[in-house]
């Protein structure tokens, strides 16, 4: 069993909390917390969960019962928190986006490898069965020679969010959805297909009651050749679409996004929803998707590898060049031209 203590109490960092505590797993455990605003809430949160709030985070890394740091806390702070964290011997669980710069992605990685420590990264979506069979079918190559990947991924939560929250910034969320969505899809196309080439995005505001992007689109080019395309709106109605189109047929995987107000269990167990595959010839095959707890998933994955066990699915090379991918993505958007990824 991990200990682990969780950095960040807000609506995430409760999910992540309430996908194992108690009997929930035997793997990894959340015995302590840290959080900025140690509010009435996070009080509460805390106590019900059977574990206390420590003052700071140094307090966190120097507590000998704490195995592992859980970070849900903004991205513009994981590079530093993740270095140490591993300075202190503690094995790391970082919420994507993992940083916004390859050069921040790579000095965390540094410290991790220094320190002899595991890492995690929370793209969960890899963890699901259905994604697992994806991918299984793409590498036995049941779709063919794959042409084209795109994913459009949307939800309302900008119309309402509160101005003093980091998905709201144009500085800490640059964008609009790529942090809070669309980073998913990027760690998707990279786990399915490798590597991506180059990028070119446009990114803009139309309706949100504040300065930052709604409405933002990506397209890709990879190094194994194939193209891609990522929507992302954060003002509209919620919808998840990925597909996957080869030389023999194509997949489509469809789903939900993270609404703001629904259960903890949704945001868990209900990304995906319907999953088909439609050959050259022949009838659509529609394949069950298993309910699936992601956030436990993924937090026994990273408890597993921390213990010894297996590899955390995610390389250390690819969390470095999905934040380079990320980098990428903010650059054209402000540019206008392509970019590549270096």
């Avoid at 397209?219 to 189109?245: C, D, E, N, W």
Wanted: glycine share 10%; charged share 20%; hydrophobic share 40%.
């Amino acid at each position: 069993m991990i200990n682990a203590a969780i950095v960040g109490l807000g609506w995430w960092g409760s999910t992540l909390v309430e996908a194992v505590q108690g009997t929930n797993s035997d793997k990894i455990n959340f015995c302590a917390g840290h959080t900025r605003s140690k509010s009435e809430k996070d009080q509460e949160t805390a106590a019900k969960h059977g574990f206390q709030l420590a003052d700071t985070y140094e307090d966190l890394l120097n507590d000998p019962k704490v195995d592992a740091i859980v970070l849900a806390t903004p991205p513009n702070g994981h590079s530093a928190q993740v270095a140490a964290a591993a300075q202190a011997g503690k094995h790391v669980f970082c919420e994507k986006p993992f940083t916004g710069t390859k050069a921040e992605a790579e000095s965390a990685v540094a410290a991790i490898e220094k320190a002899g420590v595991t890492l995690g990264l929370g793209y969960n979506r890899r963890l699901h069965p259905t994604w697992v069979d994806l991918k299984r079918r793409i590498q036995a190559g049941e779709l063919g020679t794959i042409l084209h990947m795109e994913c459009t991924m949307t939800f309302p939560n900008a119309l309402t969010q509160p101005a003093e929250a980091w998905r709201a910034q144009k500085d800490s969320a640059p964008c609009g959805g790529l942090f809070p969505l669309g980073v998913h899809a990027v760690d998707g196309m990279i786990d399915l297909v490798g590597n991506v080439d180059e990028v070119y995005a446009q990114s803009f505001h139309r309706i949100i009651p504040r300065d930052n992007d709604d409405t933002t689109s990506v397209l890709f080019r990879m190094k194994s050749g194939m193209s891609g395309y990522l929507g992302i709106m954060t003002a509209t109605a919620p919808t998840f679409r990925f597909q996957v189109y080869g030389s023999e047929g194509m997949a489509l995987l469809g789903g939900m996004t993270h609404v703001a107000g629904h259960s903890s269990k949704q945001r868990r167990t209900g990304l995906f929803g319907n999953y088909s595959i439609q050959s050259l010839k022949g009838e659509v095959e529609d394949v069950e998707v298993p309910q699936f707890d992601v956030n436990k998933g993924v937090l026994e994955a990273f408890a597993a590898a921390a213990d010894g066990g297996e590899a955390f699915p995610i390389s250390h090379a690819e969390m470095i060049h999905g934040s380079a991918v990320t980098e990428a993505i903010i650059t054209s958007a402000r540019s206008g031209k392509v970019q590549k990824i270096v």
